[in-house]
Protein backbone atom coordinates (compact mmCIF):
# COMPACT_ATOMS: atom_id res chain seq x y z
CA UNK A 1 0.00 0.00 0.00
CA UNK A 2 1.34 3.50 -0.88
CA UNK A 3 1.58 5.86 2.36
CA UNK A 4 0.32 9.33 1.95
CA UNK A 5 1.88 11.39 4.32
CA UNK A 6 1.53 15.26 4.58
CA UNK A 7 3.49 17.28 6.95
CA UNK A 8 2.64 20.88 7.35
CA UNK A 9 5.26 23.47 7.79
CA UNK A 10 3.00 26.68 9.75
CA UNK A 11 5.65 29.40 8.93
CA UNK A 12 5.35 28.16 5.02
CA UNK A 13 1.98 27.10 4.71
CA UNK A 14 3.19 23.54 2.77
CA UNK A 15 2.57 20.24 2.93
CA UNK A 16 5.15 17.28 1.74
CA UNK A 17 3.86 13.72 0.57
CA UNK A 18 6.11 10.82 -0.74
CA UNK A 19 4.26 7.94 -2.56
CA UNK A 20 5.80 5.14 -4.97
CA UNK A 21 8.63 7.74 -5.25
CA UNK A 22 6.75 10.38 -6.22
CA UNK A 23 6.72 13.76 -4.25
CA UNK A 24 3.71 16.26 -3.83
CA UNK A 25 3.92 19.61 -2.11
CA UNK A 26 0.70 21.20 -1.28
CA UNK A 27 0.85 25.27 -0.42
CA UNK A 28 -2.49 26.45 0.71
CA UNK A 29 -4.08 28.94 -1.15
CA UNK A 30 -7.10 30.53 0.45
CA UNK A 31 -8.93 30.87 3.29
CA UNK A 32 -12.33 32.50 4.24
CA UNK A 33 -12.50 31.18 7.73
CA UNK A 34 -14.22 27.98 6.68
CA UNK A 35 -13.06 27.14 3.10
CA UNK A 36 -8.99 26.30 2.79
CA UNK A 37 -7.84 25.75 -0.84
CA UNK A 38 -4.15 24.28 -2.21
CA UNK A 39 -1.95 24.19 -4.60
CA UNK A 40 -0.24 20.52 -5.30
CA UNK A 41 2.15 20.38 -7.36
CA UNK A 42 3.79 16.68 -8.12
CA UNK A 43 7.05 15.83 -9.20
CA UNK A 44 8.97 12.70 -10.14
CA UNK A 45 12.56 12.75 -9.32
CA UNK A 46 13.49 15.94 -11.52
CA UNK A 47 10.44 16.33 -13.46
CA UNK A 48 7.06 18.88 -12.50
CA UNK A 49 4.41 16.85 -13.44
CA UNK A 50 0.74 17.60 -13.12
CA UNK A 51 -0.62 20.70 -10.33
CA UNK A 52 -3.64 19.80 -7.93
CA UNK A 53 -5.07 20.99 -5.43
CA UNK A 54 -7.96 20.65 -2.45
CA UNK A 55 -10.57 22.24 -1.36
CA UNK A 56 -12.40 21.32 1.65
CA UNK A 57 -14.20 23.76 5.15
CA UNK A 58 -12.71 24.21 8.11
CA UNK A 59 -14.61 22.04 9.98
CA UNK A 60 -15.70 19.30 8.20
CA UNK A 61 -11.65 19.39 6.97
CA UNK A 62 -10.90 18.33 10.56
CA UNK A 63 -13.16 15.79 11.04
CA UNK A 64 -12.50 13.81 7.75
CA UNK A 65 -8.97 14.43 8.45
CA UNK A 66 -9.25 12.50 11.98
CA UNK A 67 -11.58 9.56 10.03
CA UNK A 68 -8.80 9.22 7.55
CA UNK A 69 -5.97 8.97 9.49
CA UNK A 70 -7.87 6.40 12.25
CA UNK A 71 -8.60 3.94 9.53
CA UNK A 72 -5.46 4.52 7.46
CA UNK A 73 -3.35 3.80 10.62
CA UNK A 74 -2.06 7.13 9.60
CA UNK A 75 -0.91 6.70 5.79
CA UNK A 76 -3.33 9.08 5.02
CA UNK A 77 -3.00 12.83 6.86
CA UNK A 78 -5.24 16.12 6.36
CA UNK A 79 -3.71 18.68 7.06
CA UNK A 80 -5.47 21.94 6.50
CA UNK A 81 -3.39 25.79 6.95
CA UNK A 82 -6.27 28.95 6.60
CA UNK A 83 -5.34 31.86 4.49
CA UNK A 84 -7.47 33.84 2.32
CA UNK A 85 -10.21 32.58 -0.27
CA UNK A 86 -10.11 32.16 -4.67
CA UNK A 87 -12.28 30.59 -6.87
CA UNK A 88 -15.40 30.30 -7.27
CA UNK A 89 -17.69 26.63 -7.21
CA UNK A 90 -18.18 26.65 -10.82
CA UNK A 91 -14.35 26.40 -11.62
CA UNK A 92 -13.65 24.16 -8.39
CA UNK A 93 -16.39 21.80 -9.60
CA UNK A 94 -14.32 21.88 -13.81
CA UNK A 95 -11.06 21.66 -11.67
CA UNK A 96 -11.97 18.35 -10.13
CA UNK A 97 -13.46 17.07 -13.31
CA UNK A 98 -10.21 18.17 -14.76
CA UNK A 99 -8.19 16.36 -12.00
CA UNK A 100 -6.52 20.13 -11.68
CA UNK A 101 -8.14 19.91 -8.23
CA UNK A 102 -8.63 17.05 -6.29
CA UNK A 103 -11.43 17.24 -3.76
CA UNK A 104 -13.94 20.26 -2.76
CA UNK A 105 -17.07 20.62 -0.94
CA UNK A 106 -19.70 22.71 -2.72
CA UNK A 107 -23.25 23.78 -2.73
CA UNK A 108 -25.14 21.72 -4.88
CA UNK A 109 -26.35 25.62 -6.68
CA UNK A 110 -24.01 25.38 -9.92
CA UNK A 111 -24.31 21.64 -10.57
CA UNK A 112 -27.04 21.70 -12.62
CA UNK A 113 -25.14 23.40 -15.45
CA UNK A 114 -23.31 20.30 -15.31
CA UNK A 115 -25.80 17.68 -14.51
CA UNK A 116 -29.27 18.91 -14.56
CA UNK A 117 -30.97 16.65 -13.24
CA UNK A 118 -29.75 17.98 -10.27
CA UNK A 119 -32.02 20.93 -10.30
CA UNK A 120 -34.97 19.29 -9.07
CA UNK A 121 -33.01 19.55 -5.73
CA UNK A 122 -33.30 23.55 -6.00
CA UNK A 123 -37.15 23.53 -6.44
CA UNK A 124 -38.41 26.32 -3.35
CA UNK A 125 -39.38 24.37 -0.53
CA UNK A 126 -38.79 21.25 -1.32
CA UNK A 127 -38.18 19.55 1.82
CA UNK A 128 -40.22 20.19 4.94
CA UNK A 129 -37.33 19.20 7.40
CA UNK A 130 -34.06 18.28 7.23
CA UNK A 131 -34.60 14.76 7.78
CA UNK A 132 -36.75 13.90 4.77
CA UNK A 133 -33.93 15.32 3.06
CA UNK A 134 -31.86 12.90 4.42
CA UNK A 135 -34.03 10.18 3.24
CA UNK A 136 -33.75 11.66 -0.06
CA UNK A 137 -30.19 12.44 -0.75
CA UNK A 138 -29.44 9.16 0.93
CA UNK A 139 -31.84 7.10 -0.99
CA UNK A 140 -32.79 6.00 -4.65
CA UNK A 141 -32.84 10.04 -6.09
CA UNK A 142 -29.60 10.55 -4.30
CA UNK A 143 -28.19 7.78 -5.13
CA UNK A 144 -29.00 7.77 -9.07
CA UNK A 145 -27.83 11.53 -9.30
CA UNK A 146 -23.95 11.02 -7.98
CA UNK A 147 -24.35 7.84 -10.46
CA UNK A 148 -24.01 10.18 -13.01
CA UNK A 149 -20.76 12.32 -11.78
CA UNK A 150 -18.12 9.80 -12.99
CA UNK A 151 -18.91 10.08 -16.67
CA UNK A 152 -17.73 13.72 -16.04
CA UNK A 153 -14.54 12.58 -14.15
CA UNK A 154 -15.98 13.28 -10.76
CA UNK A 155 -16.82 10.99 -7.81
CA UNK A 156 -19.38 12.16 -5.28
CA UNK A 157 -18.83 11.37 -1.81
CA UNK A 158 -22.11 12.21 -0.55
CA UNK A 159 -24.32 15.34 0.40
CA UNK A 160 -23.32 16.55 2.78
CA UNK A 161 -25.47 19.98 4.65
CA UNK A 162 -25.23 23.78 3.72
CA UNK A 163 -28.70 24.13 5.61
CA UNK A 164 -32.04 25.75 5.08
CA UNK A 165 -31.61 29.42 3.09
CA UNK A 166 -32.51 32.73 4.78
CA UNK A 167 -32.47 36.16 2.81
CA UNK A 168 -30.96 39.45 4.27
CA UNK A 169 -30.63 42.59 3.08
CA UNK A 170 -29.82 46.39 4.00
CA UNK A 171 -32.72 48.07 3.00
CA UNK A 172 -35.73 46.94 5.15
CA UNK A 173 -37.31 43.99 6.98
CA UNK A 174 -38.87 41.75 4.93
CA UNK A 175 -42.20 39.76 5.93
CA UNK A 176 -44.07 38.71 2.87
CA UNK A 177 -42.68 37.93 -0.37
CA UNK A 178 -43.71 41.25 -2.07
CA UNK A 179 -41.88 43.02 0.72
CA UNK A 180 -38.60 41.93 -1.54
CA UNK A 181 -39.86 43.62 -4.71
CA UNK A 182 -37.56 45.97 -6.38
CA UNK A 183 -34.61 44.85 -3.82
CA UNK A 184 -31.59 43.20 -5.84
CA UNK A 185 -30.73 40.02 -4.23
CA UNK A 186 -27.26 38.05 -4.57
CA UNK A 187 -28.22 34.53 -5.24
CA UNK A 188 -26.23 31.32 -6.65
CA UNK A 189 -25.31 30.91 -10.36
CA UNK A 190 -28.42 29.07 -10.27
CA UNK A 191 -31.15 29.00 -12.57
CA UNK A 192 -34.56 28.10 -10.34
CA UNK A 193 -33.41 30.06 -7.42
CA UNK A 194 -32.83 33.15 -9.64
CA UNK A 195 -36.65 32.53 -11.11
CA UNK A 196 -37.85 32.09 -7.86
CA UNK A 197 -36.75 35.59 -6.38
CA UNK A 198 -37.94 37.05 -9.63
CA UNK A 199 -41.23 35.70 -9.03
CA UNK A 200 -41.00 37.53 -5.34
CA UNK A 201 -40.43 40.83 -7.21
CA UNK A 202 -36.65 40.83 -6.63
CA UNK A 203 -33.45 41.12 -8.60
CA UNK A 204 -31.35 38.42 -8.64
CA UNK A 205 -28.00 38.80 -9.18
CA UNK A 206 -25.53 35.98 -9.07
CA UNK A 207 -22.19 36.33 -7.89
CA UNK A 208 -20.04 34.04 -6.41
CA UNK A 209 -19.68 33.39 -3.30
CA UNK A 210 -15.94 35.24 -2.60
CA UNK A 211 -17.36 38.21 -4.07
CA UNK A 212 -20.59 38.60 -1.95
CA UNK A 213 -19.46 40.42 1.37
CA UNK A 214 -17.81 43.17 -0.92
CA UNK A 215 -20.97 43.56 -2.93
CA UNK A 216 -22.95 43.61 0.13
CA UNK A 217 -20.09 46.51 1.61
CA UNK A 218 -20.63 48.40 -1.25
CA UNK A 219 -24.15 48.06 -1.76
CA UNK A 220 -23.87 46.77 -5.24
CA UNK A 221 -26.56 44.56 -4.42
CA UNK A 222 -29.47 45.32 -1.17
CA UNK A 223 -29.47 41.21 0.43
CA UNK A 224 -28.16 37.69 -0.80
CA UNK A 225 -29.54 34.58 0.91
CA UNK A 226 -27.70 31.52 2.80
CA UNK A 227 -27.75 29.70 5.55
CA UNK A 228 -27.85 30.82 9.03
CA UNK A 229 -23.93 29.35 9.96
CA UNK A 230 -22.57 30.55 6.70
CA UNK A 231 -23.89 34.26 7.30
CA UNK A 232 -22.16 34.44 10.12
CA UNK A 233 -19.31 32.65 9.24
CA UNK A 234 -18.65 34.60 6.34
CA UNK A 235 -19.87 38.21 8.53
CA UNK A 236 -22.47 39.38 6.24
CA UNK A 237 -24.82 40.09 9.65
CA UNK A 238 -21.97 42.62 9.73
CA UNK A 239 -23.28 44.38 6.52
CA UNK A 240 -26.87 43.89 6.00
CA UNK A 241 -29.14 45.02 9.05
CA UNK A 242 -31.85 42.79 8.20
CA UNK A 243 -32.50 39.11 8.36
CA UNK A 244 -35.64 37.15 7.50
CA UNK A 245 -36.26 33.13 8.35
CA UNK A 246 -37.55 32.55 5.28
CA UNK A 247 -35.97 28.70 4.67
CA UNK A 248 -37.45 29.11 0.94
CA UNK A 249 -34.63 26.05 -0.50
CA UNK A 250 -32.53 23.44 1.61
CA UNK A 251 -29.17 23.29 0.07
CA UNK A 252 -27.09 20.60 0.32
CA UNK A 253 -23.11 20.12 -0.34
CA UNK A 254 -21.46 17.74 -2.46
CA UNK A 255 -18.00 15.92 -1.77
CA UNK A 256 -16.61 16.23 -4.74
CA UNK A 257 -13.37 14.04 -5.66
CA UNK A 258 -11.49 13.53 -8.97
CA UNK A 259 -11.90 10.36 -10.66
CA UNK A 260 -8.49 10.77 -12.32
CA UNK A 261 -6.90 10.77 -9.08
CA UNK A 262 -9.38 7.93 -7.47
CA UNK A 263 -8.52 5.67 -10.29
CA UNK A 264 -5.08 6.02 -9.14
CA UNK A 265 -5.61 4.58 -5.77
CA UNK A 266 -5.98 1.41 -4.10
CA UNK A 267 -8.56 0.09 -3.58
CA UNK A 268 -7.96 -0.38 0.20
CA UNK A 269 -7.57 3.74 -0.30
CA UNK A 270 -10.59 4.01 -2.02
CA UNK A 271 -11.93 2.33 0.20
CA UNK A 272 -11.16 4.04 3.36
CA UNK A 273 -11.59 7.40 1.33
CA UNK A 274 -15.57 6.17 1.28
CA UNK A 275 -15.99 5.31 4.45
CA UNK A 276 -14.65 8.28 6.00
CA UNK A 277 -15.86 10.54 3.80
CA UNK A 278 -19.36 8.94 4.90
CA UNK A 279 -18.69 9.47 8.61
CA UNK A 280 -17.87 12.87 8.27
CA UNK A 281 -21.02 13.64 6.57
CA UNK A 282 -23.03 12.01 9.37
CA UNK A 283 -20.59 14.61 11.74
CA UNK A 284 -20.89 17.73 9.50
CA UNK A 285 -25.26 17.20 9.43
CA UNK A 286 -25.32 16.75 13.15
CA UNK A 287 -22.83 19.89 13.60
CA UNK A 288 -25.02 21.37 11.46
CA UNK A 289 -28.23 21.42 13.34
CA UNK A 290 -27.13 22.06 16.38
CA UNK A 291 -25.03 24.96 15.56
CA UNK A 292 -27.75 26.42 13.18
CA UNK A 293 -30.16 28.12 16.33
CA UNK A 294 -26.49 29.20 17.91
CA UNK A 295 -25.66 31.01 14.67
CA UNK A 296 -28.72 32.94 14.70
CA UNK A 297 -28.64 34.11 17.82
CA UNK A 298 -25.29 35.32 17.11
CA UNK A 299 -26.48 37.46 14.27
CA UNK A 300 -29.31 38.44 16.29
CA UNK A 301 -27.01 39.89 19.12
CA UNK A 302 -24.65 41.71 16.83
CA UNK A 303 -27.89 44.08 15.69
CA UNK A 304 -29.63 42.77 12.83
CA UNK A 305 -33.16 42.22 12.87
CA UNK A 306 -34.06 38.57 12.84
CA UNK A 307 -37.49 38.28 11.61
CA UNK A 308 -39.85 35.15 11.60
CA UNK A 309 -41.58 35.05 8.91
CA UNK A 310 -45.58 33.12 8.01
CA UNK A 311 -44.49 30.24 6.24
CA UNK A 312 -47.26 29.06 5.03
CA UNK A 313 -47.65 31.88 3.09
CA UNK A 314 -44.23 32.17 1.40
CA UNK A 315 -44.38 28.56 0.49
CA UNK A 316 -48.16 28.87 -0.80
CA UNK A 317 -46.56 32.03 -2.78
CA UNK A 318 -43.17 29.99 -4.24
CA UNK A 319 -45.73 27.13 -5.32
CA UNK A 320 -46.44 29.15 -8.49
CA UNK A 321 -42.50 28.06 -9.60
CA UNK A 322 -43.23 24.85 -9.75
CA UNK A 323 -45.37 25.48 -12.88
CA UNK A 324 -42.80 28.26 -14.48
CA UNK A 325 -42.79 27.88 -17.81
CA UNK A 326 -38.77 28.85 -17.46
CA UNK A 327 -38.81 26.37 -14.75
CA UNK A 328 -40.95 23.34 -15.56
CA UNK A 329 -38.37 22.29 -18.55
CA UNK A 330 -35.72 22.14 -16.11
CA UNK A 331 -37.05 19.71 -13.76
CA UNK A 332 -36.79 15.62 -14.32
CA UNK A 333 -40.56 14.93 -13.20
CA UNK A 334 -40.12 11.36 -12.43
CA UNK A 335 -37.55 12.26 -9.52
CA UNK A 336 -39.65 15.00 -8.17
CA UNK A 337 -42.77 12.29 -8.25
CA UNK A 338 -40.12 10.22 -5.98
CA UNK A 339 -39.10 12.91 -4.06
CA UNK A 340 -42.87 13.83 -3.14
CA UNK A 341 -43.59 10.23 -2.55
CA UNK A 342 -40.77 9.57 0.23
CA UNK A 343 -42.10 10.14 3.63
Do not use: C
Not at 296 to 319: D, H, P
Request: no cysteine; hydrophobic share 40%; charged share 20%.
Amino acid sequence: MAEFTYEIVEELGVLSETAKGWTKELNMVSWNGREAKYDIREWAPGHEKMGKGVTLSGDEAAELKRLLELYSNGSIVLTVHPSSTQGGERDMIESVAMGTLEMALISTGPVPNFFPDFAVLDLPYLFPNAELAYKVLDGEVGTSLLNQMPARGIIGLGFWENGFRHVTNSAREIRTPADLRGLKIRTMENDIHMETYKHYGASPTPMAMGEVFMALQQKTVDGQENPAINILTSRLNEVQGFMSLTGNFYSPSLLLFSKSVYDRMTREQQDILVRAATEAKNWERNYSQSSTADAIAKIKASGTTVTEVNLQEWISFSQAVYTNPAVTPKINQDLLQKIRAVR
